[in-house]
């Protein structure tokens, strides 16, 4: 395991770098989303990765969406309080 240390500034525990090798991860190898760069946070409470956007709302990492749905993670879910942001393509 590895400390991992959110765009909040949560210190969490996660897989290590080399689990990850070769696929988009949010932690060590985001894809080239639109929201990549905004900073993460970690909802315990759903085990989810989120994005973190200008107006403050949380929105579920796509990386973190896609890889819960290749590992068959049938709780996972996109739902979430939205106020468009993640909505928006790139500029």
């Known amino acids: 395991m590895e ?3 959110t765009g909040t500034g949560q210190v969490i525990k996660v897989h290590n770098k080399s689990d990850c090798k070769g696929q988009y991860c949010c932690i060590h190898n985001p894809s080239n989303h639109f929201m990549k760069d905004w900073p993460t ?6 085990g989810l990765m989120e994005r973190i956007c ?9 990386d973190d969406l896609a890889h819960k749905k290749r590992i068959g993670d049938p709780d996972s879910e996109g739902v979430h309080g939205c106020c468009g942001c ?4 790139e500029e």
């Open 3 to 5: 400390t991992y240390i």
């Open 41 to 46: 946070h970690w909802r315990d409470d759903r």
């Open 54 to 62: 200008k107006h403050d709302v949380g929105h579920p990492d796509p």
């Open 86 to 89: 993640c909505l928006e393509k």
